[in-house]
């Protein structure tokens, strides 16, 4: 992608409020993309020498208050793509103001946005955020009212478009695909950013997986293998999905993960199999490894299009130990407008998308269909 976009950010955020303009760039005819309208001023590079790992996610304007807690659990920086539309368009501007107000908040995040182009649109505009008025003692004490009237996008929500978004944006090479409203345990970055940088370099073919979880409502969500192990013990937390779609997160070993995460305090990994076309395990990867497939429907085997690849394309999956990340909230079943979305992309994306994915992977890994399986829409 071409970076033909500028942004012009206050020198001193606390005090001067500045226009922000940026000039979006088109992507598949389809899509205006604005990359880095808000960047993280800590590039996080210690003196170790080793790569920081992004955490890259994705939101809506209705996120917001999920996107602000998310500094406080990752020591490292954070790529977002948030997905905007006509309704939702005046996130920009609460953004800029927390980015402009909020010191941590302006260190690690940096934000990017795509709208989908309108019927007959041609070209990208440039999207301009006029100048504030507000001092952030201000927008401090109105921002739980700012943020509450913004609203989401009424649109079908491209994620895989919006991961990629992140990722390519990222402020450094190692990246941590992550659904926003997931929390990580104590220390994630940290822990794993030795031994992400000794298997991940972007010529050998490693990633790394990470075990995902779900908390019963109103319980204390945990934070460490140990209060882990405790939740699960009674039955308030369990492995991610586990009624919904157990096939697509389970990995094997948990007890023998729990004793290896006990006995040291060194992270280590296992290599595991790769569980079939239905599996979308979170991964840590290299910018220079294979994305997901942007063109895929909404909520159809979204995730499952980078894990089949990096399988088609002769990766190994190690799963990290000692660290997780964990959801509040057992899901059963999907929601009524998530099982309206499927519905639609069934009957209108599915098969086109499918068809498209199914031959890039037999071209452009012609020799692994046999060691993966074939993939499946359905």
Same mark, same amino acid.
């Given at each position: ?21 940026? #000039?979006?760039?088109?992507?598949? #005819? ?34 917001? +208050? ?19 539309? $006509?309704? =939702?368009?005046?996130?920009? &501007? ?12 302006? @260190? ?11 019927? /007959? ?10 100048? =504030? ?17 913004? =609203? +989401? ?25 992550? *659904?926003? *409203?997931?929390?990580? =345990? ?47 013990? $009674? %039955? ?28 040291? *305090? &060194?992270?280590?990994?296992? &290599?595991?199999? $790769? ?12 910018? %220079? ?6 063109? /895929? ?14 399988? @088609?394309?002769?990766?190994? /999956? ?5 660290? /997780?990340?964990?959801?509040? +909230? ?6 009524? $407008? ?41």
């Amino acid at each position: 992608m071409s970076r033909d976009y500028w942004v012009e950010q206050p020198d001193f955020p606390d005090e001067t409020s500045k226009n922000y303009s940026i #000039q979006t760039e088109i992507f598949e #005819q389809q899509y205006c993309i604005g990359y880095n309208f808000l960047e993280g001023t800590d590039g996080f590079r210690d003196d170790d020498g080793l790569e920081p790992i992004t955490l890259a996610t994705h939101a809506t304007s209705d996120m917001m +208050g999920t996107l602000e807690k998310m500094t406080s659990m990752w020591h490292g920086p954070i790529s977002v793509g948030i997905f905007i539309d $006509y309704h =939702s368009s005046q996130v920009l &501007e609460y953004l800029a103001e927390v980015h402009r107000c909020d010191e941590e908040f302006r @260190r690690k995040m940096t934000i990017h946005f795509a709208i989908r182009q309108s019927a /007959f649109q041609t070209s990208c505009p440039s999207i301009h955020i006029p100048k =504030s008025n507000r001092t952030c003692w201000m927008f401090r004490s109105e921002q739980d009212i700012l943020r509450s009237r913004l =609203s +989401g996008p009424f649109q079908l929500y491209p994620s895989n478009l919006m991961r990629n978004v992140a990722r390519h944006g990222a402020k450094s090479d190692i990246h941590f695909i992550m *659904d926003a *409203d997931m929390i990580v =345990s104590e220390g994630f970055a940290q822990k794993v950013k030795k031994i992400a940088n000794q298997m991940i370099d972007g010529k050998s073919k490693h990633v790394l997986a990470v075990r995902r979880f779900e908390s019963v409502n109103g319980t204390y969500l945990p934070r460490t293998h140990f209060e882990l192990k405790q939740s699960m013990l $009674y %039955s308030k937390t369990f492995e991610f999905h586990h009624r919904f779609f157990p096939q697509g997160h389970h990995i094997d070993n948990l007890e023998q993960w729990f004793d290896i995460s006990e006995r040291t *305090d &060194e992270v280590s990994t296992q &290599e595991i199999p $790769y569980a079939g076309f239905e599996w979308e395990v979170q991964v840590i990867l290299h910018r %220079s490894d294979p994305y997901n497939a942007a063109y /895929f429907p909404s909520r159809i085997k979204v995730m499952h299009s980078l894990i089949y690849a990096l399988c @088609r394309a002769d990766y190994t /999956f190690n799963v990290l130990s000692h660290v /997780f990340d964990v959801h509040e +909230g057992i899901k059963h079943t999907n929601t009524i $407008y998530s099982k309206a979305t499927i519905a639609h992309q069934e009957a209108y994306a599915m098969n086109v998308a499918g068809e498209r994915y199914i031959n890039e992977m037999n071209e452009k890994y012609p020799n692994t269909e046999e060691k993966c399986g074939k993939f499946s829409m359905v």
